[in-house]
Nanobody, 124 residues
Framework: QVQLVESGGGLVQAGGSLRLSCAAS????????MGWFRQAPDKEREFVAA????????YYADSVRGRFTISRDNAKNAVYLQMNSLKPEDTATYYC?????????????????WGQGTQVTVSS
C-alpha cells in the first residue's frame, strides 16, 4: 500500500509561485508513474501534470504548460510541482497520485493511490 501526503499549498497573489511536494510512504514509488490533479469547487477533477517512472517523460495540461514543472526524486520517494506565474483560475485543491505502472497517464482513473490534497488559492 502506498500513502501519499501533499504539502506546500497556500495563498499567493497572481503572478506568484508555489512548490508543491508529495511524499510517498509504505513502499517505494520509483517504478510508478506519478501525477498531479486538481479540483475546484463545483468542477470535476482535472489533470495537471504527470511524470513517468524515471522522470524522462513529462506531460502537462494545456492550461499549465510553460508555467508548471513536474519533477521527481526517486531517492527521496517524492514528486514535486513547481508552479510559476500563477493565475486565479489555478485556485483548487491539488492532489498527488500514483499509478503502479511506469508509463504516465493523464486519466485519473488509471491512478490507484491518492493523497488528501493541498489547497492552492491565487488571489487577483
Amino acid at each position: 500500500q502506498v500513502q501519499l501526503v501533499e504539502s506546500g499549498g497556500g495563498l499567493v497573489q497572481a503572478g506568484g509561485s508555489l512548490r508543491l511536494s508529495c511524499a510517498a510512504s509504505g513502499r517505494t514509488v520509483s517504478g510508478y508513474a506519478m501525477g498531479w490533479f486538481r479540483q475546484a469547487p463545483d468542477k470535476e477533477r482535472e489533470f495537471v501534470a504527470a511524470v513517468n517512472w524515471n522522470g524522462g517523460s513529462t506531460y502537462y495540461a494545456d492550461s499549465v504548460r510553460g508555467r508548471f514543472t513536474i519533477s521527481r526524486d526517486n531517492a527521496k520517494n517524492a514528486v514535486y510541482l513547481q508552479m510559476n506565474s500563477l493565475k486565479p483560475e489555478d485556485t483548487a485543491t491539488y492532489y498527488c497520485a500514483a499509478r503502479p505502472r511506469g508509463d504516465a497517464s493523464t486519466w485519473y482513473l488509471q491512478y490507484d493511490y491518492w493523497g488528501q490534497g493541498t489547497q492552492v488559492t491565487v488571489s487577483s
